[in-house]
């Protein structure tokens, strides 16, 4: 397995962040690893979306595995010998909010795909959240 988490404090308030969240077809707006989404139902546990990163042709297939409104939820790829799952979750604490991502690379090809592959992944985790906290800030 291979596993990488980020976390960054913010005051903004949770229901500030979720919205942002739950508005898959926003992402674009604040997240620059997104340039195309689409998703085939709500944000719930069992839809599918597809992403597609700047510079790539082909989107990247995903589904919402789990989805705790207001708090987290997962998304994961599954490419047959190895998954990758990326959790989002709020966290309230004492001067507002923790956003924390966290992805992991599971799976019998994780021990080589994970090295490789994670870091591509998780490298904007600290742009993303600091995007995502500061349009939250500004409003949805």
């Known amino acids: 397995m291979w596993e990488y988490e980020y976390a960054a404090d913010s005051t903004v308030e949770a229901g500030a962040l979720w919205a942002l969240w739950s508005d898959v077809g926003g992402w674009p707006r604040w997240n620059a690893g997104v340039e195309r989404i689409e998703i085939d139902g709500p944000f719930a546990a069992g839809t599918a979306f ?47 909010t923790r956003v924390v991502y966290r992805t992991e690379i599971t799976g019998p090809a994780a021990g080589e795909v994970g090295p490789r592959l994670g870091p591509a992944i998780t490298g904007d985790f600290p742009d993303v959240v600091a995007a995502l906290i500061a349009q939250a800030r500004v409003g949805v």
């Open 50 to 96: 597809r992403m597609t990163a700047p510079g790539e042709d082909e989107p990247i297939e995903m589904r919402l595995t789990e989805v705790v409104p207001g708090e987290r939820f997962t998304d994961e790829m599954d490419a047959g010998d190895f998954v990758v799952r990326t959790g989002h979750r709020i966290e309230r604490t004492a001067g507002g």
